[in-house]
């Protein structure tokens, strides 16, 4: 039997019905075709590849691959935090074990480094199983508590640990293209940290669309729930703190390999872990798209406010301001407000479906028992009031 969101509006015979593409963005308001989607994703691509040649000078091109290993920080970030909803101030633990684990790998075995930086990675996640584990037993607020904690021990360590880490003094770790000048260093590892960026970005396309996601997502929602209705969300959570950490873990020994001089205030800062959350949720850290925009602002603005004010602290005051900005006005990121907005610009949304006086007269005898011949004919304009298809009713039915 219909509902009230299935009215329908009777036709006069022989009118034309409503295009399926208005029907589509009335349900769902303004959205851009898929034409347009893919060519602003390729323009976007473009300019990212192009990046380098249209680079000024050194100092510009050196701030693009700070903002590419924002975007891949905050994008490794994004699959824990996106899909689950647990947020992590701690995630810069991660990136310094994987950039402190690559130099001493280096240093100590003699590995290749791009070898060391893969076997650093795999390091971090057999490191991150029992932390995963004990992590998240708790939820919330404790969360994030338990996150901070793991960062500040493994600060304390590294400053400590002089005989094996270099302590206070760092760690030097030595590159992978000593032989080249700087500019052509940082083309190369512009386009390396782009090229892990687009892995992630394939991998969280992925897992989107995946059952795996959308149990992930269940738990975002709702864990009770998700876990009363059979998704196993410890599994799940813990699945999706270990690729998190990961992926965190390859920025940071990327990282290492492209600024060679690790220190363990830097590497292991909870600002840093604070910087990827923040550029997750400006960008929005539900959308693919999302933590990519969000570094892209995020980290151009703070190399702006460095080279304004140079030592001083303003450029964390600028981003305490910008925060609260995004907490105030576009809590879900600058891609779902800008979504909302062309959508409320569009047609708006209606679940009318227009149908034909013939049809209307088809289902009222089959309901009543009658025939429902399409053939037999209308009732003339003279019928009864309460004749269902006379030519003039405009009614909606329920």
Request: contains cysteine; proline residues 6%.
């Amino acid at each position: 039997m219909p509902n009230a969101s299935d009215t329908e509006t009777v036709r006069a015979p022989g009118a034309r019905p409503a295009a399926a593409g208005s029907a589509r963005a009335g349900r769902g308001g303004f959205l851009l075709p898929p034409w347009a989607r893919w060519a602003g994703l390729a323009l976007g691509a473009a300019l990212v590849l192009l990046f380098p040649e249209l680079s000024p000078n050194a100092y510009v091109l050196s701030a693009g691959v700070i903002v590419a290993s924002y975007a891949c920080t905050a994008t490794a970030w994004s699959f824990m935090g996106g899909f689950t909803g647990y947020v992590s101030l701690g995630h810069a633990a991660f990136f310094g074990l994987g950039a402190y684990g690559t130099g001493i790998l280096i240093r100590d075995l003699d590995l290749q480094p791009f070898l060391a930086w893969l076997l650093s990675g795999l390091i971090v996640l057999v490191i991150t199983v029992p932390i995963g584990i004990a992590a998240l037993r708790v939820r919330g607020a404790s969360f994030v508590i338990v996150s901070i904690s793991f960062v500040l021990i493994l600060l304390l360590v590294f400053q400590a640990w002089e005989g094996f880490t270099g302590g206070a003094n760092g760690l030097n770790v030595p590159r992978p293209f000593a032989d080249l000048y700087r500019p052509d260093h940082h083309r190369i590892f512009y386009y390396l940290f782009v090229a892990l960026l687009a892995a992630m970005l394939v991998s969280w396309w992925a897992i989107d669309r995946s059952r795996f996601g959308a149990g992930l997502k269940a738990i975002r929602e709702d864990e009770d729930k998700a876990e009363a209705l059979g998704v196993p969300t410890r599994d799940y959570k813990l699945a999706a703190y270990l690729v998190s950490a990961t992926f965190t873990a390859l920025a940071g020994g990327m990282y290492a390999l492209w600024f060679g001089d690790l220190d363990p205030i830097f590497q292991f800062s909870i600002l840093l872990g604070a910087y990827m959350v923040l550029m997750a949720l400006l960008g929005g850290a539900r959308h693919l798209f999302g933590p990519l925009v969000g570094a892209v602002v995020v980290g151009s603005a703070l190399e702006y406010f460095k080279l304004e004010f140079g030592d001083t602290q303003l450029h964390l005051v600028a981003t305490a301001l910008l925060l609260g900005v995004v907490v105030l006005f576009m809590p879900d990121g600058v891609i779902p407000a800008a979504t909302a907005l062309l959508r409320r610009l569009g047609p708006q949304a209606s679940s009318i479906r227009e149908i034909t006086a013939e049809e209307l007269l088809a289902r009222n005898r089959a309901a009543s028992g009658g025939s429902a011949d399409p053939a037999d004919p209308l009732p003339t304009e003279g019928a009864g009031d309460s004749d269902p298809a006379g030519p003039g009713n405009q009614r909606k039915e329920g």
